[in-house]
């Protein structure tokens, strides 16, 4: 089966990736990224990689109504998601379709940029990191969420090995490829070559309730590049690696409640004179 680590998805994918990996996961990482930035009234904030847009709406309301917000995605599909939500209380939020390496925001234009998951998927990330300084205040500063290594995140971890043991490793290659930049020297490596001189870092781990996994597993798979090959398996193999993730994650249960930790780095920059 066919590998797929591209997330350019069509317009069904990036409304699934709505529905089902947002409200679960990446908006709760998105929003405490968000927090994590500090954005105060009257700030300007893109965010960068916005995909439907959790972080620029959570930016939004901190900013307020004399505040701005952006969001630029490469993907066009995911920018039509964002705009067909509904408006939220605070900036009004304009979306772009662009590059990060090509920002549509004037020269140290933004308070504060912003980019949840994203720049683990940048082969060439010094020219998108170049453009971040390149729109950001002196005095402003570029916030990351990055995740930790997939062995610190045992659901995304169970989830991988079962699809690579049941389906095959080249499925399983689309999500692990979201663990492809959790290394923290590498992390600081990177960002001090793009010239950052102020560089913090933060383990952010948060307890998720999650929905039923017998039904979230396969609606999760559907949503990442990895629901292709999933969905070519026999249902027999499809039901294994369901079993699999379910029974791995069965000892984060109690009392009918599923709550499983994820982990991620937090990290704020400052570019240096």
């Known amino acids: 089966m066919t590998a797929s680590t591209q997330w350019q998805l069509a317009r069904a994918a990036a409304e699934k990736y709505q529905t089902v990996l947002t409200p679960v996961i990446l908006g709760p990482f998105a929003e405490a990224l968000v927090d994590f930035a500090h954005l105060q009234p009257g700030e300007t904030a893109v965010d960068v990689g916005c995909g439907t847009g959790a972080a620029a709406r959570r930016a939004a309301g901190l900013v307020g109504e004399t505040g701005q917000v952006a969001g630029v995605d490469v993907n066009a599909s995911m920018i039509e998601v964002a705009q067909s939500l509904p408006a939220v209380p605070g900036a009004t939020i304009a979306w772009h379709v662009a590059n990060a390496a090509q920002l549509p925001q004037a020269d140290q234009s933004v308070d504060a940029v912003l980019c949840a998951q994203v720049l683990q998927f940048m082969p060439e990330k010094q020219p998108a990191l170049a453009d971040m300084q390149r729109v950001v205040k002196p005095s402003g500063r570029v916030a ?13 971890f169970a989830l991988v090995d079962a699809v690579a043991r049941h389906v095959g490793a080249e499925t399983a290659v689309g999500l692990r490829a979201a663990f492809a930049f959790s290394n923290q020297d590498d992390i600081y490596a990177v960002l001090q070559m793009a010239g950052f001189d102020q560089i913090e870092i933060e383990i952010r781990q948060i307890e998720l309730p999650m929905p039923e996994l017998t039904q979230f597993v396969p609606r999760h798979i559907g949503a990442t590049p990895m629901g292709v090959g999933y969905n070519q398996a026999a249902t027999a193999v499809q039901h294994a690696v369901v079993n699999d993730v379910c029974e791995k994650m069965a000892r984060f249960g109690a009392n009918g409640r599923m709550q499983i930790p994820f982990r991620s780095h937090m990290i704020l920059c400052k570019k240096g004179n």
Not at 144 to 156: A, H, K, R, T
């Open 144 to 156: 990351f969420s990055l995740w930790m290594p997939i062995e610190d995140n045992p659901y995304f």
